[in-house]
């Protein structure tokens, strides 16, 4: 199956550094996916990003398809950017396989 | 809107015990749900997903078991819990294609 790794896998910011976090996956993807989970556990959505680049507030996200790789930027980091990101692929070959594959995660901590 | 719903948000069980949890999505129709357990560290492992009515797929074989009696609604039993049961439980949905948005969660806890 589709591979998915993230790099770091742990981050240290004092408040208010940017910081890259970094998803490869191994093969063609239909939908690629980037999870903030906080630390009571709650997962959230942040980028739906098969392709290309969004931006929401201090966050943006881009995904080169083509060379099997995304990055989500966090720029001026809060306290409340603490918790793990997540990125998550549905294999592209063969049509959808309707589930995800998740890396293990980068565990971000910013220090005020 | 969509709203994913889980209940209880935690829970204490003795080995050998019995469990049923519970998962309700609002405002969408057929919508693929999934079922993640997360030990301690910060995988996430899929148990079961279904894309239909009485249609249950199982990724890890356990003592874990899935249905799903009505569009939008999917259960995790077990007939007898083990210690390696204990983790965080999320529950999640979404359309074929689509954004996937989880549920509060479960922390369940077997002594």
């Known amino acids: 199956g589709i591979q998915v790794e993230q790099s770091p896998p742990d981050l240290i910011l004092q408040e208010g550094a940017n910081s890259t976090l970094r998803c490869n996956f191994s093969?063609?993807?239909?939908?690629l996916q980037w999870f903030h989970q906080n630390p009571w556990g709650q997962l959230i959505n942040l980028f739906y990003?098969?392709?290309g680049t969004k931006q929401n507030g201090r966050l943006s996200a881009t995904t080169v398809a083509t060379e099997r790789y995304s990055l989500l930027y966090i720029s001026s980091s809060q306290t409340t950017d603490s918790g793990v990101y997540f990125c998550a692929v549905e294999a592209g070959s063969g049509g959808s396989n309707y589930k995800l594959t998740f890396g293990k995660g980068t565990l971000l901590t910013v220090n005020p | 809107s969509q709203t994913i719903h889980q209940w209880p948000a935690t829970l204490v069980q003795p080995v050998g015990s019995p469990l049923s949890l519970e998962c309700t999505v609002e405002?969408?129709?057929?919508?693929?749900l999934y079922w993640y357990r997360q030990a301690a560290g910060r995988g996430l492992q899929l148990l079961f997903y279904?894309?239909?009515?009485?249609?249950i797929s199982s990724e890890v074989p356990q003592n874990l078991s899935a249905s799903r009696p009505q569009d939008r609604q999917f259960i995790l039993s077990s007939k007898k819990l083990l210690l390696s049961d204990s983790g965080f439980y999320l529950c999640a949905w979404r359309l074929t294609g689509g954004t996937q948005y989880f549920g509060p969660g479960t922390r369940l806890t077997v002594l």
């Open positions: 279904s894309v239909g009515i009485g249609q």
């Open positions: 093969d063609s993807v239909n939908n």
């Open positions: 405002g969408t129709s057929n919508p693929n």
């Open positions: 990003i098969p392709s």
